[in-house]
């Protein structure tokens, strides 16, 4: 039988919009990053995909290498569309990236007009596109000029390979100057994509002054940590986690016994305000409302409803927000 929506799923998922745009994207946007790879379970990925589409997160984020391997997700996305959400594809906002390593050679990573549009070929091929709806430049590349990295986007919106163009992981000074271009190609910036989380403040050190003044959308990957954002390493570090498995991603090192600390009392005050550290962590993110969408990445369905199951409490007090930053500095 062919699936079909849950027709209450607008209702459960509030909306922001996205920059000065006519884009507005859900509170949770659903990341490929990890979990949707060939190394991973079919029938897994695919109900969290669906789950999270009845559950009003209509927003998919993907990038080229995002696996494992490189290309998988993509791929299996791509199944996903054709066997369950074609019928729903003007309603998906579906983002892919490049710029990092994906294939042998110079013309395999980074910003030049030849890798980014050869990459999305390849990225509509994978997923069976026409278009995606957002094309980032995944990283700034140092050696390339903007105007070549920026003009490659703007080509892929005048060719219709993509409806909007997004920046990730662009310090404040380039995301202003490639803003500017944009600006002037015709083709507006609709959103940069960041490292954001309790841990990891950096954006707050000019960017998102940048974006705000700029109207440009903004939205969070890492709101988790990688997971140290969680209770799954208070105790411990266990057998099945990222950081045991020392994927790059995560390593024992980065779990100090400050770190750790942290999350243990963070965690006592996630748990007064009624919900776990990972759902305190993700609304921590959205306290300011001009970070439009949170990208989460969970690895089963528990994980994805206990993400949604945190949009039941947004709201912060003055006291438990003095509370966090005492926490953080100490």
């Given at each position: ?156 919106v005048n060719h219709g390979k993509a409806l909007y163009v997004g920046i990730s992981n662009y310090p404040p000074e380039e995301t202003t100057q490639a803003i500017n271009i944009l600006n002037k190609l015709g083709t507006p910036c609709l959103i940069h994509q960041q490292k954001y989380n309790m841990l990891h403040r950096e954006p707050e ?108 409490n947004l709201d912060f007090s003055d006291q438990e927000l003095e509370e966090i930053e005492r926490i953080l500095n100490t």
């Open positions: 039988m062919s699936y079909i929506a849950n027709s209450d799923r607008y209702s459960k998922m509030d909306l922001r919009r996205c920059g000065n745009s006519g884009v507005r994207l859900p509170l949770l946007s659903l990341g490929l990053w990890h979990n949707f790879g060939g190394v991973d379970d079919v029938q897994e990925y695919r109900k969290m995909a669906i789950h999270a589409f009845d559950s009003g997160i209509f927003h998919f984020d993907l990038a080229n290498n995002y696996g494992p391997p490189p290309g998988s997700a993509e791929e299996n996305f791509g199944s996903i569309l054709k066997d369950d959400l074609k019928g729903y594809r003007d309603e998906l906002i579906i983002s892919t990236k490049a710029g990092f390593d994906m294939w042998e050679g110079p013309y395999g990573e980074w910003g030049s007009r030849k890798y980014l549009l050869a990459s999305l070929d390849q990225s509509l091929k994978r997923m069976g596109l026409d278009y995606v709806d957002i094309f980032y430049s995944h990283r700034y590349d140092p050696d390339t000029p903007l105007e070549e990295t920026m003009g490659a986007l703007a080509s892929a050190e000019g960017l998102y002054d940048v974006l705000e003044s700029k109207k440009v959308g903004s939205i969070v990957y890492s709101a988790l940590a990688q997971g140290i954002l969680t209770s799954k390493y208070i105790g411990g570090i266990p057998q099945d986690s990222r950081a045991s498995r020392e994927s790059g991603f995560l390593t024992k090192d980065e779990l100090t016994d400050d770190v750790i600390s942290k999350a243990q009392k963070l965690n006592w005050l996630a748990q007064d305000r009624g919900q776990s550290l990972a759902q305190t962590a993700l609304v921590w993110c959205l306290r300011d409302p001009n970070i439009t969408s949170v990208i989460i990445g969970p690895r089963n369905m528990k994980q994805l409803e206990d993400n949604i199951r945190s949009l039941g």
